[in-house]
């Protein structure tokens, strides 16, 4: 079991490609970049991800659709395109 401050890692390597590693209790996935979240899924069930294209790409399946979408990289370009700040 993973205690609070433990990092869960998959070496994607020994999976053979395209294989689906579920997340049986994740509701919730963030998409993190340099000037910090660029998409938010909540309340979502049943994630799945996957590294395919020769482990060069990270895909995320879930279901039970969000209802909740948040993109703060849609918002930050907005304000950008606004110049607001």
Known sequence: M???GEQLAF???NYPEDSLVRLFDCTRVEVIG???RDLVLQNI????????DGNRTL????????????????????KEDKNEF
Do not use: C, L
Request: proline share 3%; charged share 25%.
């Open 2 to 4: 993973i205690t609070h």
């Open 11 to 13: 070496d994607f390597r």
């Open 34 to 36: 340099i000037e910090g």
């Open 45 to 52: 069930s049943d994630v799945s991800i996957s590294m395919q």
């Open 59 to 78: 895909k995320v399946f879930y279901e039970n659709g969000p209802q909740e979408r948040y993109s703060a990289f849609i918002s930050r370009k907005m």
